[in-house]
């Protein structure tokens, strides 16, 4: 269970921290105490076999931490809500998965004016208050089995649906994880982004199940980062790549404290790696791709990134690929067609909804609908989402594809490729393109694109943007830049 690897590292190195803030410290042992008080109020709540908890806070807390681990250790599933979410769409999602318990802040619920309100529990900075202290309590039988997180995607292209993962399937990513790179306690893992996202999460129990010492940002701040990175060694970056941009701006020509960046969520520009690579000059920089539903799936680092700049890496460890056309038939390397994977990490189905499980599963493999590549090293090549996919002139263009093209371009910082309806093409191809240095040099775009894509893949139009919208896990919000497109 989830739970027995932290309090491994408790029972090691009890005095060790745990967790710090800006303001305070978690020792292991506090950690422990914490959790089993965590556990006993929510079990006081509504005793049951299996419960729900939402959490829902303005901000990183603690408390998000130890009543997800109390959950967890009582069988219970934990529903983190985002607090960036239209009230409407938080309501839904309430409504949706039934919480036994709301763990939420007394100000920001009131704020937020919600109609649900049956069982909650409020935190404050007088911990011990609230706690049942009843340490005869009989807990139900936890599992491998048991789902401990009900997540919902975070919906840019529709409603966000829930998504079931046992714990299995994360203690299976901890040891695949532990092949691939070492989180140990000499470490401190800083946590930039919010935990109701699942990197960052998941950055959070592997490096406390590891005896890693998490920096738990209460929002993500680009001075607060540099101000750890100045001050602390063995340091720990998980980031998306938005959040790197920044520290750029900032003082200071090297970062050498820094040991590993972690990244996921979008790729990196080929020239932004290397320039990444020169300022944090001892890291070791590691992308992954993967999905909330389906963990790791692959992972690029930086001694493959120069040979393999256009691939989002290899196979994880403990992942198998297969590349299947539309009648469920394996292609050759260089064909693109569904990317299905196997492995443990995945997750068990989404919630309450048995027909859109069934679309993602064939048999044991799993897809989240990218289409891809391997070439002949086994090296996986994205080449777009089947649900974003572009109709224009009658013929199929991936925004990926181009935006990858468009990347290698030195001096676009960020692009997004859209399809805009258009009476003659159907659909118009449209890139947004962020410029480093606000100089745009569309004649290189040109020549670049004629080299490298065929032309019914070019774009028909280019639109400058000096900042993107994005969604709250650090991606460009397309929905939205599509919604403010003046046709």
């Known amino acids: 269970m989830i739970i027995d690897w932290v309090e491994k590292q408790a029972k090691r190195n009890p005095k060790a921290i745990a967790i710090q803030t800006q303001t305070e410290t978690l020792t292991y042992e506090a950690l422990i105490t914490y959790i089993d008080r965590c556990k006993r109020t ?13 959490l829902f806070f303005r901000n990183n807390k603690i408390e998000f931490i130890t009543y997800f681990l109390a959950a967890t250790s009582l069988g219970w599933k934990t529903v983190p809500l985002d607090p960036k979410l239209p009230r409407e769409q938080v309501e839904n999602i309430l409504e949706d998965c039934a919480p036994d318990v709301l763990v939420t802040e007394f100000s920001f619920y009131k704020n937020q004016h919600l109609t649900w309100g049956e069982h909650v529990v ?123 941009e920044p520290l750029f701006d900032l003082p200071g020509e090297h970062y050498p404290t820094v040991e590993m960046i972690i990244s996921s969520g979008a790729k990196w520009n080929h020239e932004r790696r290397k320039y990444i690579e020169n300022k944090f000059l001892n890291a070791q920089c590691i992308e992954f791709y993967g999905a909330s539903e389906l ?43 569904t990317l299905f994977i196997k492995s443990n990490m995945v997750f068990k189905e989404y919630y309450q909804r ?80 962020k410029w480093a240095n606000q100089e745009e040099l569309l004649d290189q775009v040109n020549v670049v694109c004629n080299e490298r894509l065929p032309r019914y893949k070019w774009p028909k139009e280019y639109r400058n943007v000096t900042d993107f919208p994005y969604t709250t896990s650090g991606k460009i919000a397309r929905k939205s830049l599509k919604e403010g497109l003046s046709l």
């Open 295 to 337: 963990s790791f799936v692959s992972i690029l680092k930086h001694t493959e990134a120069n040979a393999k700049s256009s691939s989002v890496g290899r196979p994880f460890t403990g992942v198998q690929i297969s590349i299947r056309d539309q009648t469920f038939n394996e292609v050759a390397a260089g064909i693109p067609g």
């Open 354 to 433: 048995p027909e859109e499980t069934a679309r993602v599963f064939q048999n044991d493999w799993v897809t989240a609908g990218d289409i891809a590549y391997l070439d002949e090293d086994g090296f996986i090549h994205l080449v777009g989402r089947a649900n974003q996919m572009i109709i224009s002139g009658g013929l199929n263009v991936y925004p990926e594809e181009v935006e990858q093209v468009l990347l290698t371009i030195p001096e676009i910082e960020e692009c997004a490729v859209l399809g805009v309806p258009d009476s003659y093409w159907g659909e118009r191809i449209v890139a947004y393109i």
């Open 42 to 54: 929510l079990y006081s709540k509504t005793p049951k076999k299996s419960g729900t908890i939402a």
């Open 122 to 244: 409020f935190i404050d900075n007088k911990r011990d208050e609230h706690l049942d202290i009843d340490s005869e309590r009989q807990y139900p039988e936890v599992t491998p089995e048991s789902v401990f997180y009900l997540g919902y995607t975070s919906g840019t292209s529709g409603e966000p649906k829930g998504f079931l993962r046992t714990q299995n399937s994360w203690t299976e990513s901890f040891r695949n994880t532990d092949f691939e790179y070492v989180i140990n306690s000499g470490h401190m893992v800083l946590i930039a982004g919010s935990l109701v996202h699942s990197l960052f999460l998941y950055g959070t129990f592997h490096a406390l199940a590891s005896g890693a010492t998490v920096y738990l940002m209460e929002s993500f701040s680009a001075e607060t980062i540099r101000g750890v990175i100045e001050q602390r060694t063995g340091l720990v970056l998980y980031v998306v790549p938005t959040m790197l």
